[in-house]
């Protein structure tokens, strides 16, 4: 199954830092990873068909944080097709947040981003579900103030998988597009490195963005 992009059609990414990829900083508003990645191809295979493109990520969104935003930065823009790829945050918010105490449950996680999909189904918008993904690199790295070794990694891990499985579940209640993108980095990881990927195990490098525009792509016709 494909979703058919449209002469003229508005296509909107949504979701955090992966998706955001320091949007604000570039000239297109697209950013540096795979949403513009995804456009310049496009635009290469089908100069016929020109598409807008959108980019409403933000880094260090969970769920909650979307939904606080969705009207202004999603609904009223009215896309045609709206990409999202969240959760990777909320599932790792008492990782990341010790301080906190507050582990993310899994039914808050669903219940949210079943509150912002609903709307969209109900106005026909085209939807594409990215899975969040965790690549199982070596060794301790530096995620914002906090130093993620082994032991974190599983516990962020344990926490993650749940949240996978939630965003499948939406993905057939409402007929959208599932990427399946913790999947293909896991293959991927069997192929090269994780590091190759994602260096800090959650935000590709430019090889991971660029499998992720691959996948996209893949999706849509």
Request: no cysteine; net charge negative.
């Amino acid at each position: 199954m494909t979703i058919t992009l449209r002469p003229g059609n508005t296509v909107m990414f949504t979701g955090d830092s992966i998706t955001d990829g320091l949007r604000r900083q570039s000239g297109d508003g697209l950013g540096f990873g795979y949403p513009a990645r995804v456009a310049g191809e496009w635009g290469r295979r089908h100069p016929d068909r020109p598409v807008t493109w959108l980019n409403t990520g933000n880094a260090g969104d969970k769920v909650m944080d979307l939904e606080a935003r969705w009207r202004a930065d999603v609904l009223d823009a009215r896309p045609d097709v709206l990409s999202v790829l969240v959760g990777v945050n909320d599932a790792g918010w008492q990782t990341l947040h010790p301080e906190d105490g507050r582990a993310i449950p899994v039914e808050e996680f669903e219940a949210g981003y079943d509150r912002l999909l609903a709307p969209l189904a109900e106005a026909g918008t085209g939807l594409i579900l990215v899975e969040p993904f965790l690549l199982p690199i070596h060794g301790v790295v530096e995620a914002g103030a906090v130093l993620v070794g082994e032991v974190e990694r599983a516990r962020w891990r344990a926490d993650l998988d749940p949240k996978i499985q939630a965003v499948r579940r939406l993905a057939r209640r409402y007929g959208a597009l599932l990427l399946a993108a913790d999947g293909m980095f896991a293959e991927l990881a069997a192929k090269a490195e994780p590091e190759h990927w994602a260096a800090d195990g959650v935000h590709p490098t430019s090889a991971g963005h660029a499998a992720l525009a691959a996948a996209w792509l893949g999706r849509v016709a």
